[in-house]
């Protein structure tokens, strides 16, 4: 252990002459076994991968140095771009018929108290410190800031705990629309401080043009983009092209905001409503594919939201404006949903917990930062860039605890199951068949005979005096018997049985057990302990039933909840 210890931070030492396919890859590894291990306590993998990044990050390890992290910046683009299309293809036109009205309410009340809330604790505290100029500015920006809801650590916890319900729906609503919001309150408080600081040289006017400008050019261009993806992939029925049509429209439609200073996130999540809205059956396959493509993205992305927390110079001042900063914006968003849901007659579960999942900040938050870093003086700027990271970094710790928390309140936590997530919680003996006749190995067959005809199974376990399992008649089986062989009343069940090709234990994962099903071509597996006693049998078909069964129940519960808001 002592070895393993000196060779990592040996290995840290040496971070800086690493190469970068070697850095993205410790990082990707250890943000994954990071999540494991949070995830067995209990808590959303995501705290997992900012964790990781903290312990490799330029504070501690320095296995990413600032500089790397620095290199890697264009990567987060991708990273929010991946996010924003996943998202898009979450907001169907059905849900703002819906939903519309309530979601603009909410989005409305809950940015602005985060704002107005935000920015008189943060103003009344740097009043203390500075002047009235100083704290006017400082306090109108991180009201802007703080009014963005990052989307990649909402969605990450919906996709881990499987929401569904109005909860959810909502809250996928409020987190593609937070960000013009966001736009729009930042530009007026940029405003505002220049004006302030003496830095300001267009009037708040021109400000506001700027950023509806950049929101409409945004959307325009991810609409543009999703309506040519969508009639490519009208035309392409090869998983890999679709993947790749898809994955290097998102990169251009990124690329192209880039370029052209627009937003990343609003261009791709247009893309992705476009899609979704415009053919939602053909374009289905196509987020199936990316989300499936995209997890070390996430990872990598996330890990990286912890490496950049590298705080030098942090002062009472700095301490006091992080404290009012992450409580103004737990009070601000707690308070402005639930009046939003309230006055928009959203449901109680709305009204209730819509709150708690709106805390996480990340990639809008960052880049508005970035923004006003250099926006301002370096005595404002450095204020800025040490308050939000330490303000973004608590809130990406605290939000996704608190979204999960909201969720299993709402009961919605494994609402959106699929056949294939509850293959994998289940073991054989969850849905075994253990009301199954069993033949005696010496039955006669006027006695089989009478089973088959009072029974609709087609699968009959054989067993020996001892009741272990020897062999199995199947109706197949019996039917090709009888074409044959000439039938005769002295035939017994050890003559026209099969043998055993493969058997299981009901400790065994359901998922194995099917694959080993699918592998061998068999329709049942007889179930056994301590040996070959026979304990029942695994049908294959039987199973496909009874979840499809379950997962019906939980879409009326779904459906339950929506007619309650």
Same mark, same amino acid.
């Given at each position: 252990?002592?070895c393993?210890?000196e ?12 190469? %970068?396919?070697?850095?993205?890859? /410790? ?12 995830? =067995?306590?209990?808590?959303? #993998? ?8 903290i312990?490799?990050? @330029? ?9 790397t992290? #620095?290199?890697? +910046?264009?990567f ?16 169907k036109?059905?849900?703002f ?5 309530q ?11 985060a ?6 604790? &943060? ?28 989307p ?26 937070d ?6 309150l ?17 009037s708040?006017?021109?400000?506001? %043009? ?13 609409v ?23 994955i290097s ?10 370029a052209?200073? /627009?937003?990343v ?10 899609m979704?809205?415009l ?7 196509a987020? +199936? ?7 070390p993205i996430?990872?990598?992305?996330f890990v ?6 590298n705080? &030098?110079?942090f002062?009472?001042?700095v301490?006091?404006?992080?404290v009012?900063?992450?409580?103004g914006?737990l009070?601000?968003?707690?308070m402005?949903s639930y009046?939003?849901a *309230?006055?928009? =007659?959203?449901?109680g ?7 708690f999942?709106l !805390? @996480?900040q990340?990639g %809008? ?7 006003a870093?250099?926006r301002?003086?370096s005595e404002i ?7 939000v990271?330490?303000g973004?970094?608590?809130l990406?710790?605290?939000?996704p605890?608190c979204?999960?928390?909201?969720m299993?309140?709402? *009961?919605? %936590?494994?609402?959106?199951i ?5 293959? =994998?919680? !289940? ?6 068949e ?5 033949i ?10 009478e089973i ?6 087609f !699968? ?9 399992l020897?062999?199995?008649?199947t109706?197949?089986?019996v ?6 062989t000439e039938m ?6 050890l003559?026209?049985?099969? @043998?055993?090709i493969?058997?299981t ?5 359901l998922?194995?057990?099917? *694959?080993?099903?699918k592998n061998?071509?068999?329709e049942?597996?007889p179930i ?11 049908d ?5 039933? =009874?979840?499809?069964?379950i ?5 009326k ?8 808001m």
């Amino acid at each position: 252990m002592v070895c393993l210890f000196e060779n990592v931070l040996a290995l840290a030492d040496r971070a800086e002459h690493l190469n %970068i396919v070697l850095i993205v890859g /410790l990082a990707i590894f250890g943000g994954t076994v990071g999540a494991k291990l949070f995830q =067995k306590m209990h808590v959303p #993998q995501v705290v997992g991968y900012v964790f990781i990044g903290i312990l490799i990050g @330029p504070m501690i390890m320095k296995v990413l140095s600032s500089d790397t992290v #620095q290199r890697l +910046e264009p990567f987060n683009y991708f990273a929010l771009g991946i996010i924003g299309f996943m998202v898009g293809g979450e907001l169907k036109k059905d849900m703002f018929i819906r939903f519309g009205k309530q979601a603009v309410s909410i989005l409305l009340f809950e940015g602005v108290a985060a704002f107005l809330v935000v920015g008189l604790l &943060t103003f009344g505290i740097t009043w203390y410190f500075s002047n009235i100029s100083t704290a006017i500015a400082v306090g109108v920006v991180f009201g802007g800031i703080c009014t963005a809801t990052d989307p990649a650590s909402t969605l990450q916890v919906l996709w881990e705990y499987k929401c569904r319900g109005p909860l959810s729906t909502m809250l996928m609503a409020i987190v593609a629309l937070d960000d013009a919001l966001a736009l729009v309150l930042y530009a007026i408080a940029v405003s505002i401080a220049s004006v302030f600081t003496g830095m300001g040289e267009a009037s708040f006017a021109v400000a506001l %043009i700027h950023s509806f400008l950049e929101i409409v050019l945004s959307l325009g261009q991810g609409v543009i983009a999703g309506m040519i993806l969508t009639w490519i992939l009208k035309h392409n029925d090869e998983s890999e092209k679709i993947l790749v049509f898809t994955i290097s429209s998102v990169m251009l439609s990124i690329g192209i905001a880039m370029a052209f200073h /627009l937003d990343v996130i609003l261009a791709s999540m247009a893309l992705g409503i476009t899609m979704i809205n415009l053919a939602p059956r053909r374009t289905k396959g196509a987020f +199936e594919l990316v989300h499936k493509f995209a997890a070390p993205i996430y990872v990598l992305f996330f890990v990286l939201v912890g490496a950049r927390l590298n705080i &030098t110079n942090f002062n009472r001042m700095v301490a006091m404006l992080a404290v009012a900063y992450v409580c103004g914006s737990l009070l601000g968003k707690t308070m402005g949903s639930y009046l939003g849901a *309230r006055s928009s =007659k959203a449901g109680g579960v709305i009204r209730k917990y819509l709150g708690f999942c709106l !805390y @996480p900040q990340g990639g %809008i938050a960052v880049g508005l930062l970035i923004a006003a870093s250099h926006r301002f003086d370096s005595e404002i700027g450095q204020i800025i860039v040490m308050v939000v990271v330490t303000g973004v970094f608590t809130l990406q710790i605290i939000g996704p605890i608190c979204t999960k928390f909201g969720m299993r309140k709402a *009961r919605e %936590i494994n609402m959106n199951i699929t056949e294939e997530d509850l293959i =994998k919680s !289940y073991n054989v003996s969850d849905l075994a068949e253990t009301d199954v006749a069993v033949i005696d190995s010496n039955m006669s067959i006027t006695k089989i005979l009478e089973i088959l005809g009072d029974t609709d199974l087609f !699968y009959y376990p054989v067993v020996d005096k001892a009741k272990k399992l020897i062999g199995a008649i199947t109706m197949d089986g019996v039917r090709n018997t009888f074409t044959t062989t000439e039938m005769h009343e002295w035939l017994i069940a050890l003559d026209i049985m099969e @043998p055993i090709i493969a058997k299981t234990t009901g400790d065994v994962p359901l998922s194995k057990a099917l *694959r080993e099903t699918k592998n061998l071509q068999l329709e049942y597996l007889p179930i056994v302990e301590n040996g070959d006693t026979l304990k029942g049998v695994l049908d294959a078909r039987g199973v496909s039933r =009874k979840l499809s069964t379950i997962i019906l129940e939980k879409q009326k519960e779904v459906d339950e909840l929506q007619s309650q808001m």
